[in-house]
């Protein structure tokens, strides 16, 4: 059982190193409460992690790829344009559930079908302890984002806000492009 926590928490936190939803939570981070993010991201990551492990491969049996990659990638897009196109409302923007339940949208986009939650699967049904592998990708996402979450609020958040507005948008846009391309040129 050990073993299982042990060998999910290493495979998630290395694979989740520098991916797409550690950008988004560094991203989200610098606009939004720290601590509203984390709780958003670490929400999603449960649900996702909790449905690849006591569910298992439903999802990807019932949609195809394909269409789970225009879905999410067109939806990233369509966040980044809506974030260059809005208008500033930094004092609502902190004090709203919007940083909470925005994270939990995107992350849910940004990790649906990656390849921790595709580890996360296999390590499941191979080490046959599927709690065990939950705790241990939970525990390796919370690393994860925690180290992401405190750069985004620490660092990117001292940033000039229109660099930081067009720096997020850009960011969720070439996401959502290289979630198309990527899954795309596979078909």
């Given at each position: 059982?050990?073993?299982?926590v ?12 520098g991916?797409?939803t550690q ?8 606009r939004y409460?720290?601590?509203k ?8 990551m ?5 449905f690849t492990?006591?569910?298992?491969g439903?999802?990807?049996?019932a949609l195809?790829h394909?269409?789970i990659a225009i879905?999410?990638?067109s939806?990233?897009?369509?966040f980044?344009l ?5 208008r ?9 559930q ?8 995107l992350?849910l986009?940004?990790?649906l079908?990656?390849k921790t939650?595709?580890a996360?699967?296999f390590?499941?049904?191979t080490l046959g ?9 939970m ?7 925690l ?6 609020s620490?660092?990117?958040?001292k ?7 067009i ?10 492009l290289?979630?198309?391309i990527?899954k795309?040129?596979?078909?």
């Amino acid at each position: 059982m050990l073993v299982a926590v042990i060998t999910a928490f290493t495979t998630v936190f290395i694979a989740e190193f520098g991916d797409k939803t550690q950008l988004v939570s560094m991203a989200m981070a610098s606009r939004y409460p720290p601590l509203k993010v984390l709780g958003g991201t670490m929400t999603a990551m449960a649900l996702l992690i909790g449905f690849t492990v006591f569910v298992g491969g439903f999802l990807a049996v019932a949609l195809p790829h394909t269409m789970i990659a225009i879905i999410s990638g067109s939806l990233f897009i369509l966040f980044g344009l809506f974030n260059f196109f809005s208008r500033d409302q930094k004092k609502e923007a902190k004090s709203d559930q919007g940083g909470y339940l925005q994270t939990i949208l995107l992350i849910l986009l940004a990790e649906l079908g990656d390849k921790t939650q595709l580890a996360v699967l296999f390590l499941a049904a191979t080490l046959g302890y599927p709690f065990f592998v939950f705790v241990g990708a939970m525990l390796a996402m919370l690393c994860n984002h925690l180290i992401a979450v405190y750069l985004g609020s620490r660092v990117v958040a001292k940033l000039n806000p229109k660099y930081i507005k067009i720096g997020t948008s850009s960011l969720f846009i070439m996401i959502g492009l290289l979630i198309l391309i990527a899954k795309l040129e596979l078909y």
